[in-house]
């Protein structure tokens, strides 16, 4: 378990810096240069990912069980990570009428996956893995709002947004079919 929390502390630490001290943040880019700091950023992210990725298969193997989810959890979990995929894909994609109405759609995708999978799983590891990410999102989205200068994107052409569903609804099918047993080891169905 400590390895798990070792990687949400330093994943979360720099995914946090803006928030919590966005002139730290600022003077970092200052004094290093933007492309530096963005592979300091994702050479970090990643190391923290990976100990994220590395503690909860550790964690999963002898699980601690804190609730049983509801039987209806894994329903409801099914709909809302495609519900989160959309959302992803829409961050991903230029403007369609969707991107503006989320306003920060990766956080909104994000909220979903994490809120969904507390839902499902109820084990001790499960609680410390989705509801940092859950409670990092709000978080966020809560400072987003009172950041100066945060530009939201005005609406464009509907094609962007029946492009992000198809492709949700394309890789949300090889998650459910395939990926998530290959890259997780649990079945969704």
Do not use: C
């Not at 964690?59 to 709909?79: C, E, F, K, N």
């Not at 989205?141 to 962007?160: E, F, N, S, T, W």
């Amino acid at each position: 378990m400590a390895i798990l929390i070792l990687g949400l502390v330093v994943f979360f630490a720099v995914h946090s810096l803006r928030i919590v001290s966005p002139a730290m943040r600022d003077g970092l880019v200052a004094r290093i240069g933007e492309m530096p700091w963005r592979g300091l950023y994702s050479v970090v992210s990643f190391i923290g990912l990976g100990l994220i990725i590395y503690g909860f298969g550790l964690a999963r193997q002898d699980p601690i069980a804190v609730y049983d989810p509801p039987s209806w959890g894994r329903h409801i979990t099914m709909l809302l990570v495609l519900l989160a995929f959309i959302a992803i894909a829409v961050s991903l994609l230029p403007p369609g009428k969707l991107k503006p109405m989320l306003k920060h759609p990766m956080l909104a995708g994000i909220k979903l996956w994490a809120f969904g999978h507390l839902l499902a799983n109820g084990d001790l590891a499960s609680i410390l893995l989705f509801g940092a990410f859950l409670a990092w999102a709000v978080v966020d989205r809560i400072a987003l709002k009172r950041r100066p200068g945060v530009v939201l994107p005005k609406p464009g052409p509907v094609k962007y947004d029946v492009l992000a569903v198809v492709l949700a609804l394309v890789v949300y099918g090889l998650f459910v079919a395939r990926l998530h047993l290959a890259l997780i080891g649990v079945p969704v169905v």
